[in-house]
C-alpha cells in the first residue's frame, strides 16, 4: 500500500523492480545469505534495467529518479534481499555527489561511465578508531590530512573499517581531509578509481547479518588526482559537499532499506500465517497473532508514510536540515527490529529452525541500529538539531 501520494512514473518504477525482485533477487537471497556471498548477478540484474545511473541526470544519460522513486526502489530489492539492497544503496550515496555536482573532467570521466553501466562504487568512509586519541568513538576521516604530492593526494596505506561491497567496485569515495583544507564539519570525497591504486581487503566478512553484503576492511595505496576531489569548485560555501550532496540519499536509502526489511517479512508473514495446518487451522485465526500483525501493518505504514515525506522534502529542497531524515532512519531501523522480532515468536520453531527466512531478516535487521549513523549517534544529532548550541543555556 502506498498512503503517500506517488506520480505514475513513481508507481511504474516501483512496479518493474517489484517484478524484477521477485523473479531475479528473491531467489538468490538466501545463498548469498548463507555463502556470505557478494550478489552480482543481482547487482547485475539492477544493472541492466539501468538503475546503476538511477540518479543520474536524463541529459547525462541517466534514470533521472527523485527521492521518493529511490526510496521506493530500495525498499522493494530490500524486501526480497537486504544483502543486495545495501550494496546498490551504497552505489547511490557513492556516486551521488558526482552525479549532483561533476566538473567537466568528472563528468566526462566518471558520469558518463556510470550512465553506461561500467561503474559501480562503494562508500570508504568508518576508519579505526583510536586515531585521535580523543574519545571511543569511530572517525570517519583520518586526522592526517592526505598530502599533496606529484600527480595528486598520496593515500599512505589509508585503512577503512567496514566497505560494503568491499573488493567487488569499480571505484571507492573516500571520506578524507586534504592537506590545506577544512578541518572541521564533514569531510571530503575522494573519487578512487579501483585500477589506478593499490588496494587489498584485509579481512573476510562473516557478519551476524547482511551477510552478502561483504562489508571488509580496506587499506588504499597509491596517489590519487586532485581533480577527483568532489565539489572543490563549491569550497567556501556554508555547507560542505558531503552534507548537501550525499547525506540525504545516504540516510534516506538506509530508512528505505530498513523498511523493506520490515514490509517483506511482514508480506511474507501474511501468506504463510494465511496457510492452514493439516488441523485446519491457520496462524492468523490466533487472537494474539491477529493483534501482532495489526500492529505492524499500523507501524509500517506510518514509517512508510514518514519516509516518503521526507524523500518528498528533500525532491522539494525544503527539508529545513537533515533532521528529517535522520528521523525516518531511527523510525525505519527500528521498525525492522521490532517487526522481525515479532516475527521470530509468531513463527516460533518454523522460523528459529530456519524453515521460513524470517531469521535471515531478523538478522539483517540488526545491522540497521548499528550502522551508517549508528542509531545512538543519529539521536544525538536529532538533539542537536532540535536544540543548536546557541540556544542552549
Ligand atoms: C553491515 C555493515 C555494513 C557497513 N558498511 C559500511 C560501508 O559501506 N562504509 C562505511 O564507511 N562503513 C560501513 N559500515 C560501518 C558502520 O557505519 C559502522 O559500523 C558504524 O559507523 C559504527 O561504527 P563501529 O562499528 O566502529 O561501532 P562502535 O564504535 O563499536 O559503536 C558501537 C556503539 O557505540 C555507540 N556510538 C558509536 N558512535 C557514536 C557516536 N558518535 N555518538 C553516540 N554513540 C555512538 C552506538 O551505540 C553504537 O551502536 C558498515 C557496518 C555494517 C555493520
Known sequence: MNYYHLTS??????????????????PRAAEYDRKAQFPKESLAALGELGLWALRVDKEHGGLGGDMVTTCLIVEEISKKCPSTAMCYKMHLESVEAVSRIPTALQLQRFVEPLARGEVFAAAAGGESRGQSGRDWRPVSAPDVPLPSVEGGL?????????VTSAGHASHY?????????????????LMIEADKVDWQTVSEWDGLG???????????????????????????????VMARYMMPVLILTYGAAYLGIASGAYELACVEGNKRFPSGARRLDNPINQRRIAEMSAQIEAARAFLHVAASM??????????????????????????TQ?????FGGTAFA??????????DARAGVVMGLANDQAYETINQLLFPAEDAD
Open 9 to 26: 512514473d513513481q508507481l511504474e518504477w516501483q512496479r518493474r523492480v517489484a517484478e524484477l525482485a521477485e523473479r531475479e533477487i528473491g
Open 154 to 162: 598520496r593515500l599512505d596505506n589509508i585503512r577503512k573499517s567496514y
Open 173 to 189: 569515495i573516500m571520506f578524507c581531509r586534504v592537506e590545506g583544507g577544512r578541518t572541521e564539519g564533514p569531510p571530503d570525497l
Open 210 to 240: 547482511m551477510r552478502g553484503n561483504c562489508s571488509a576492511a580496506m587499506v588504499f595505496d597509491g596517489v590519487v588526482p586532485e581533480e577527483n576531489l568532489l565539489g572543490i569548485e563549491l569550497e567556501g560555501e556554508k555547507e560542505p
Open 314 to 339: 528533500a525532491d522539494e529542497g525544503r527539508a529545513p536540515s537533515l533532521l528529517p531524515y535522520i528521523q525516518a532512519k531511527v523510525i525505519c531501523s527500528e521498525l525492522a527490529v521490532r517487526v
Open 342 to 346: 515479532d516475527l521470530m515468536t509468531m
Open 354 to 363: 530456519r524453515e521460513l527466512p524470517f531469521e535471515r531478516y531478523f538478522r
